[in-house]
């Protein structure tokens, strides 16, 4: 849990810690224009599981 704003560790963490682990290939994760969601640290997280 986060108390307060969401920073882009923050949100690289959960995708790297919560999100990717649940994600098979061919998943799609739809991120909106958030500076945070443009993270490449978490896009490569994203992509080496193949969604």
Avoid: W
Avoid at 28 to 42: C, M, P, Q, Y
């Amino acid at each position: 849990m986060i108390d307060g704003p969401i920073t882009r560790l923050a949100f690289e963490a959960y995708i790297e810690t919560q999100l990717a682990p649940t994600l098979r290939t061919g998943d799609v994760v739809i991120l909106d224009n958030l500076a945070f969601h443009k993270s490449e640290k978490a896009a490569q997280c994203l992509r080496q599981r193949g969604a």
